[in-house]
């Protein structure tokens, strides 16, 4: 357990966003994504992930990590199938969100959700790194109520509310790993990634990584950086994280580049840039190829979601 509590307090949270949404029309987003971690309180209503269409009770948390791709069904009887470019251009006819904080939780057909980002060292995408799948957390009012007053908290104007939604957002990070250990869910992992975040070499690439996405990042530079071999560093690196350190890489540019179109109103050119790619054609492909949508569609999917 020591090792548990050692990851949870290197773990860096960051708020991103909350929501108290009312679903209008049924549908299935099939190919839902977020760099950031995201867990959907369900207050009433239906709703469903995965091929299998695993249901979630009235009360449960549906937990869906930053950087897994999963199909998500809100809603009775949800015939009405879109991608996520298709939802951005008809958002407002299968989605409102309530504005109103005493009614948060309250409404009928309605999810409740929080995004957040968790990272080891400020690096790592905590969750992304343990390579689970979206699932359900089951019989946890205490967590439930937690979620809801975020909502509430990020929807007032009172006083402290930003301290309110970081301690809260913290505590979401934490009661998922809780989760975890209670019953036994991706402990391997678990217990993988506390011996792997201790080895000092891999927290200077890590960190070189965060620090240089804009530059080169070959093999050869990772493995000054480590002081392994060229022939090696792949091989090291992927042996403790389970990824091959370019893939791990193009992931951190392409998180970054979602935060730039959240947060900055940068060029989709200039972006590309900052995060290593010279070539904008060649970034805007990957980014579609990754995420389902255009980089562009992806900054108005945050304005969207902030109606």
């Known amino acids: 357990m020591e090792d548990y509590n050692k990851i949870i307090e290197s773990l860096g949270v960051r708020f991103i966003k909350a929501k108290d949404i009312k679903i209008l029309q049924p549908l299935t987003v099939e190919n839902f994504y977020d760099v950031g971690n995201t867990v959907m309180l369900l207050n009433k209503g239906e709703l469903a992930f995965g091929e299998e269409k695993i249901a979630v009770a009235e009360g449960d948390i549906l937990f869906v990590p930053g950087g897994k791709m999963v199909s998500i069904s809100y809603g009775k009887n949800s015939a009405n199938k879109l991608t996520n470019e298709d939802l951005l251009n008809n958002r407002d006819k299968f989605f409102?969100?309530?504005k109103i904080v005493d009614q948060v939780g309250t409404l009928p057909n309605s999810f409740s959700y929080v995004t957040f980002e968790a990272k080891v060292f400020d690096s790592v995408n905590f969750f992304a790194s343990l390579d689970i799948t979206a699932f359900v957390i089951h019989d946890r009012p205490i967590f439930a109520n937690i979620i809801k007053e975020t909502v509430r908290e990020d929807l007032s104007n009172d006083a402290g509310k930003d301290r309110i939604v970081k301690l809260n957002t913290e505590r979401i990070a934490v009661e998922i790993i809780r989760y975890i250990l209670d019953k036994r869910l991706f402990?391997?992992?678990l217990a993988t990634n506390s011996t792997y975040f201790?080895?000092?070499?891999?927290?200077?690439i890590f960190a070189f990584?965060?620090?240089h996405l804009g530059g080169d990042l070959s093999n050869k530079i990772l493995a000054n950086v480590a002081n392994v071999s060229e022939d090696y560093v792949g091989q090291y690196f992927k042996m403790?994280?389970?990824i091959n350190p370019q893939d791990y890489i193009e992931?951190?540019?392409?998180?970054?580049?979602?935060?730039?179109l959240r947060t900055s109103k940068k060029?989709?050119?200039d972006i590309g840039k900052d995060v290593g790619y010279k070539d904008t054609a060649y970034f805007c492909r990957r980014f579609k190829m990754m995420f389902g949508i255009p980089a562009g569609k992806m900054r108005r999917r945050e304005s969207l979601m902030n109606i």
């Not at 201790?198 to 200077?204: A, H, M, V």
């Not at 992931?251 to 730039?260: C, G, K």
Request: charged content about 30%; overall charge neutral.
């Open 187 to 189: 402990v391997e992992q």
């Open 267 to 269: 060029s989709i050119r």
């Open 209 to 211: 990584i965060k620090d």
């Open 96 to 98: 409102s969100s309530n």
């Open 240 to 242: 403790l994280t389970g």
């Open 198 to 204: 201790k080895d000092p070499r891999l927290i200077d």
């Open 251 to 260: 992931y951190q540019r392409m998180e970054t580049a979602v935060n730039l």
